[in-house]
T-cell receptor
Framework: GAGVSQTPSNKVTEKGKYVELRCDPI?????LYWYRQSLGQGPEFLIY????????DSGLPNDRFFAVRPEGSVSTLKIQRTERGDSAVYLC?????????????FGPGTRLTVL | SQQGEEDPQALSIQEGENATMNCSYK?????LQWYRQNSGRGLVHLIL?????REKHSGRLRVTLDTSKKSSSLLITASRAADTASYFC?????????????FGSGTRLLVRP
């Protein structure tokens, strides 16, 4: 079946602009996660959705970052007033289970470059 | 902050040799997962080992887990050039009901043909 998909694959924007990054999870997966990966580092957690609600947003770096999942499937990560430090690969993952055997499947990521 | 640390940071071996990567973590966990990443993009799930398991196999992969030492190792046997990638371990935190993953900084593996 289809895996997690993310669009766009690459996004180049100017400092101060607004961007939206989209994630389509695997059908039927109720848990959805966003991570951010800087060059040479492992991914770092941003936010977790269980269904439509953000159950854990403790990883969002500041209030310029926001994410929604209005129908419990597709999610959009929104970044306002982008800064050069926001440049990274943004990864989305989904999981069928919401217990301790939570195997997460990742999308290909969106590479964001802020000039 | 990142939970895990991988060792070595980089590894270069000849095709056909075995590759061993190690991972250490800090908290009590429910499970530990290993992922592969090519060219800095999507992560491919390799294997999940539960905290009550000590060893798990999948094809040419062998994972061990020592919860007393808070460490894990990934062994790739009979390596191939196609195994060239970065490898990450990821753990959850037993006290965290979101089960979000905490990653190490990865091991970059180069398999020379």
């Amino acid at each position: 079946g289809a895996g997690v998909s993310q669009t766009p694959s690459n996004k180049v924007t100017e400092k101060g602009k607004y961007v939206e990054l989209r994630c389509d999870p695997i059908s039927g997966h109720t848990a959805l996660y966003w991570y951010r990966q800087s060059l040479g580092q492992g991914p770092e957690f941003l936010i977790y959705f269980q269904g439509t609600g953000a159950a854990d947003d403790s990883g969002l770096p500041n209030d310029r970052f926001f994410a929604v999942r209005p129908e419990g499937s597709v999610s959009t990560l929104k970044i306002q007033r982008t800064e050069r430090g926001d440049s990274a690969v943004y990864l989305c993952a989904s999981s069928q289970r919401t217990d301790s055997y939570n195997e997460q499947f990742f999308g290909p990521g969106t590479r964001l470059t802020v000039l | 902050s990142q939970q895990g640390e991988e060792d070595p940071q980089a590894l270069s071996i000849q095709e056909g040799e075995n590759a061993t990567m190690n991972c250490s973590y800090k908290t009590s966990i429910n499970n530990l997962q290993w992922y592969r990443q090519n060219s800095g993009r999507g992560l491919v799930h390799l294997i999940l080992i539960r905290s009550n398991e000590r060893e798990k196999h999948s094809g040419r992969l062998r994972v061990t887990l020592d919860t007393s030492k808070k460490s894990s190792s990934l062994l790739i046997t009979a390596s191939r050039a196609a195994d060239t990638a970065s490898y990450f371990c990821a753990t959850d935190d037993q006290m965290d009901s979101s089960y979000k993953l905490i990653f190490g900084s990865g091991t970059r593996l180069l398999v020379r043909p």
